[in-house]
């Protein structure tokens, strides 16, 4: 076997993985509260990884080697943001959420929303934010994929470079199979698999790098330093202003990321949090040094003349690995990079299904789908299949959903969750209101291409504006009557 | 007996800090070269300019948006802890805040330092003295966070109470 024929062998195996639990998973999916909820049958080691699995998307793998390329040691507040960014999650949402859940027993993050604010316009208004998002990360995933797979193909020489939707059509198979059969179920599961092989590679890619460089991480940053100083401090080639607004967002903003907190939602036990919160940043900061190290070795390899500039910042992954790794650790590497995109993919098609099938019909009729499982099923398959056609039809549409998806998220869902189920005092208008200033300011900034000075990232100052409205009119509107048993779960 | 960090009370207040740092730095005079310059040599990389130009005007309303920024970041699991400033875990929440704080401080000054001869720096476990602050301290020190949550998890996240309240929310038996 030469060294494509490897790499495809273990994508291969990788996919062949991903239908097993599939199938495995369809057995245990009964009912709608299986297939989005996971029965809340979860432990917390498969809970944990699922969730840093979640986070550290295609993005991470692809993207975030490719901006180190491009913009430095800016690009690390990305990573340092998310160990604090779980400590705020885990600290308001991580008994909280359960908690609600166990009240309400929601199927989805606006269904729980629903139930607090008592509002159906507030469960409408988030379910729509998710799904704006949903499609927009959905579209950038898929297509990421894709591109992995194309890049993988072209070089095994009995296939060669095969047209982008054929491969978006392969890769979105597998990937539609394993959700639509098993849910969450299959996706949690799959999270597993992924997140164990993602660390995996991660570890050994960093050796790699280590020995591909001479003198290794220290010859590394020396010698970007040499080339450009600022590149090499904290905040990159972007400034200490893009760099800190940036922090904001992450940190702030993963208590926002429903396909991330909707799994705190999903555990067995109420103390399940307590193993599931050192996992996770553990597992998150593992996988991330796969981000750190190939970047820094591409930008130095190229810098000093030892391998041609990239035509794309995201092709410093793929490039790197056929070119120093050895087959079988590139084989790992490729199908871990394929784990990550699905893992959060897999996760945003489940969560695009509830609020097609659940959240949306209810808050408008009342009531949600009858056979909400197979209607779950099929708004999988129909949500895929649309976020794929846009992303092929319309790149710069899923560019632009994907680009401000996390602010999206995180302008909206921040304030409604992490703070409204922890303050009794947040009312249902405040809510609503700072999910569409969220929706205006984020998408608006984004179409007219608006650049605020010293590059302050637009999603801070969305997240920024949303908070104070959801602040400010909670305190100037009365307080709201409560459910008494979401008061109870607010009060322990 | 003192009373529970309560939202309504700080918020205000840092949320107008959080404003006013927001709107010092947009108001500051942008640098002549701009950011996310063309490298000289390499096509699709960027280069910084040197950091005196690009943060003359931004360095210190940055340091001070960065500190308002943690010090949310601190009352927020404070809060959700449902913990008070006297008590143990309020007041080691509050420490480890304010270790965050001293470490972000660290790198500002680090990197201030480094300005004045950016190429003649010295390297701590692989990177210059301000990234190994951000990649060794803000990277790390979440973890005082992760195990004051682990270790006081019985008796101030879920004690007896909750899960017996939990229990009584889900009928089941203790």
């Known amino acids: 076997m030469d060294r494509s024929q490897i790499v495809l062998a273990f994508i291969v195996g990788y996919m062949l993985l991903c239908i097993v639990v599939g199938l495995w998973a369809m057995r245990r999916t009964r009912s709608a509260d299986d297939f989005f909820m996971a029965g809340r049958h979860l432990g917390f080691i498969v809970a944990s990884v699922a969730i840093f699995s979640s986070t550290m998307s295609g993005w991470g793998f692809v993207g975030g080697p490719g901006l180190v390329y491009t913009i430095g040691a800016g690009t690390f507040w990305m990573i340092v943001s998310t160990p604090l960014g779980y400590c705020v999650m885990f600290y308001l949402l991580g008994k909280r959420l359960r908690l609600v859940a166990e009240v309400t027993r929601p199927i989805s993050l606006p269904d729980a929303v629903v139930a607090r604010y008592n509002s159906p316009s507030t469960g409408l208004l988030t379910a729509v934010a998710i799904l704006l998002g949903v499609l927009g990360y959905l579209g950038t995933q898929i297509l990421a994929m894709a591109m992995v797979l194309q890049s ?93 607004s940036w922090y904001f967002v992450f940190v702030l903003g993963l208590s926002g990321q429903p396909h991330i907190v909707t799994k705190l939602m999903m555990t067995r036990r109420l103390d399940e949090v307590k193993g599931m919160f050192p996992i996770a940043v553990i597992g998150f900061l593992l996988s991330a040094l796969l981000w750190i190290s190939i970047g820094l070795c591409m930008r130095t390899l190229v810098i000093e003349g030892l391998h041609p500039p990239l035509a794309e910042a995201d092709l410093a992954s793929p490039e790197f690995l056929k070119t120093y790794t050895h087959p079988v650790l590139a084989g790992v590497v490729f199908a871990g990079l394929l784990a990550a995109i699905m893992s959060t993919a897999d996760s945003f098609l489940n969560i695009g299904a509830a609020a097609v099938v659940h959240d949306i019909p209810r808050a408008c009729r009342g009531r949600s789908l009858g056979n909400e499982l197979l209607w779950a099923r099929t708004a999988t398959v129909i949500i895929a299949a649309v976020a794929a056609c846009v992303a092929l039809a319309s790149g710069k549409m899923v560019a632009l959903l994907g680009a401000i998806g996390w602010s999206v998220f995180a302008g909206a869902i921040v304030p409604t969750v992490a703070i409204g189920f922890n303050w009794k005092r947040a009312t249902p208008l405040a809510a609503n209101l700072a999910i569409i200033v969220s929706l205006v300011l984020n998408v608006g900034l984004q179409v007219f291409s608006v650049t605020l000075p010293h590059l302050f990232y637009n999603g801070a100052l969305a997240l920024l504006a949303s908070l104070t409205v959801f602040y400010v009119v909670s305190i100037a509107s009365p307080p709201p009557p409560l459910d008494p048993e979401i008061e109870t779960a607010m009060n322990l | 007996m003192s009373e529970p960090v309560t939202i309504d009370r700080l918020p205000l207040l840092l949320l107008i800090a959080l404003w006013v740092t927001t709107l010092g730095i947009l108001v500051s005079p942008e640098p002549e070269a701009g950011f996310s310059i063309a490298h000289a040599r390499v096509p699709g990389m960027e280069q910084g300019d040197t950091g005196l130009q690009r943060h003359a005007d931004t360095l210190t309303w940055s340091w001070l948006f960065g500190v308002t920024m943690i010090a949310v970041v601190g009352v927020l699991m404070i809060w959700g802890s449902q913990s008070r400033w006297t008590d143990r875990l309020g007041r080691l929440l509050l420490a480890a805040t304010l270790v965050l704080e001293v470490i972000f401080t660290a790198m500002c000054w680090s990197y201030r330092q480094q300005l004045s001869d950016p190429t003649a720096t010295t390297f701590f476990a692989g990177f210059p003295p301000g990234t190994a602050w951000q990649l060794y301290g803000m990277g790390l020190a979440p973890f005082l966070f992760v195990g004051l949550y682990v270790f006081f998890f019985r008796q101030r996240i879920v004690t007896e109470a909750t899960a017996s309240g939990f229990d009584r929310l889900t009928d089941r038996p203790g």
């Open chain 1, 152 to 244: 993988v193909l072209a070089d095994v020489a009995t296939i060669g470079t095969l047209p982008l939707g054929v491969c978006m059509a392969i890769s979105s198979a597998v990937l539609v199979f394993y959700c639509v059969t098993g849910g969450i179920i299959a996706s949690v599961y799959t999270d597993l698999i992924q997140g164990i092989i993602m660390v995996v590679a991660a570890l050994l890619v960093v050796a790699t790098a280590v020995a591909t460089v001479d003198g290794g991480l220290g010859e590394m940053t020396a010698s970007i330093l040499a080339d450009d100083p600022e590149a090499m401090s904290p905040w990159g080639t972007r400034g200490i202003v893009g760099c800190l």
